[in-house]
């Protein structure tokens, strides 16, 4: 395993590979990399997950995976320089055992419905359940909808065929490799042809 003690100076981050022997070293790299985000792929091309930019340099540097995109730029340590990975591909075969769902989140319901009320086709910026919770309402993806404050104002603790509202279109769960879009503001081009191939 692979993974971060202590952050460093300013512009670095200490880690640490515990993996039989203790290596340190120190990226010297821009703070902005930390928050960048590479997807990892199975040995069968198949979208896995995503991790920090930094885990994954970590997957490399310990010979898990290699990259298959970077964004052109190298990160330096004392003792190494990599290129910074995009887009990962693991050497060994991860079984997945289930088929993932998309874990809700506000923001997941915002991106799944692209901003826009349910309702009246607006800009939005509530959540409705459409079912209310106060009367059994369950938070899951088929019942909550993006709805704007007015709407979600005008609905109160009603259903819509109560309070004479109409719904574009019926809730749903997103398809299986939505939490991947979701896990990102803003999906890298490298990740595309993963992506589409795996959909
Ligand atoms: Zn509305």
Redesign the pocket.
């Known amino acids: 395993m692979c993974s971060i003690i202590s952050r460093g100076a300013k512009n670095g981050i200490r880690l640490a590979d515990v993996h039989r022997t203790t290596v340190f070293f120190f990226l010297s790299v821009a703070g902005e990399i930390v928050m960048r985000s590479a997807l990892v792929l199975n040995a069968t091309y198949e979208p896995l997950s995503v991790v920090s930019a930094r885990r994954a340099i970590c997957l490399v540097l310990l010979d898990k995976a290699e990259i298959v995109a970077d964004d052109g730029t190298r990160v330096h340590s004392e003792r190494f320089s990599v290129q910074s990975p995009v887009v990962i591909r693991l050497r060994y075969m991860v079984k997945v055992p289930y088929q993932r769902s998309t874990t809700m989140s506000r923001r997941a319901v915002f991106a799944r419905d692209n901003h826009i009320?349910g309702?009246?086709g607006?800009a939005a910026d509530s959540i409705d359940h459409v079912m209310p919770r106060s009367r059994g309402g369950k938070n899951e993806w088929d019942n909550v909808i993006a709805?704007?404050r007015?709407?979600n104002l005008r609905k109160r603790d009603r259903t819509p065929e109560e309070a004479g509202m109409k719904l574009a279109h019926p809730p749903q769960a997103p398809r299986e490799l939505s939490w991947i879009m979701y896990s990102v503001p803003r999906i890298p081009e490298e990740w595309k042809p993963y992506l589409a191939r795996a959909s």
């Open positions: 009320c309702y009246c607006g709805a704007c007015g709407c």
